[in-house]
């Protein structure tokens, strides 16, 4: 059975613009919310104790995001995790956020686990790599891109200036 792992944020007050839409960076509070719960509950590796009692820290060193429609106050986001690469210290992770299931965002992040003690990168444990192995195995494939991200077709031809249509003639 193939299901990503989605976690779901209610849109607050303190998420919201005068005009009642999500402030942006808000998402990214969001999207680190998602990955918190990914590693608890769908990996099964309390995020809280590898911070607290192993030391080790997944900061998001790269992120990227596209959006596609706001979200207000009141709508429920539910933004579910794909793993794109899994690396020697790194995970790359993308987020399909969605209310009643349309798309509103779209983002990739790249984690890297680092030591909490040196601040440097640390290989990624073992057993938290075959955790993630076997998430990547039952998350399914990730769906196309919105339709606004879908290359446009090109404009159609043009007509032919008098000189290019009379040379294409037959003669």
């Known amino acids: 059975m193939t299901s990503p792992f989605t976690s779901t944020s209610a849109v607050r007050f303190h998420h919201t613009d005068p005009a009642s839409y999500v402030f942006f960076p808000r998402y990214f509070e969001m999207i680190q919310a998602a990955v918190e719960d990914w590693f608890t509950i769908a990996l099964g590796i309390n995020y809280a104790d590898l911070i ?3 030391r080790v820290g997944f900061p998001t060193v790269r992120t990227e995001c596209d959006f596609h429609k706001p ?3 009141g709508d429920s ?3 579910t995790i794909y793993v794109e690469r899994l690396g020697g210290s790194s995970i790359t992770v993308q ?3 969605r209310v009643k299931g349309e798309e509103r965002l779209r983002a990739r992040s790249v984690l890297v686990a680092i030591s909490l003690e040196d601040g440097r990168p640390r290989p990624l ?3 938290l790599r075959v955790q993630i192995d076997a998430y990547i195995a039952r998350q399914g494939t990730l769906p196309p891109a919105h339709a ?3 290359k446009a077709p090109p404009p159609p031809a043009t007509k032919p200036t008098t000189q290019a249509a009379q040379a ?3 003669a």
């Open 148 to 150: 606004r991200d879908v």
């Open 71 to 73: 979200s207000r106050l």
């Open 95 to 97: 987020f399909v956020g």
């Open 77 to 79: 986001v539910e933004l």
């Open 52 to 54: 607290n009692h192993d």
């Open 168 to 170: 294409a003639r037959p």
């Open 125 to 127: 444990d073992p057993a």
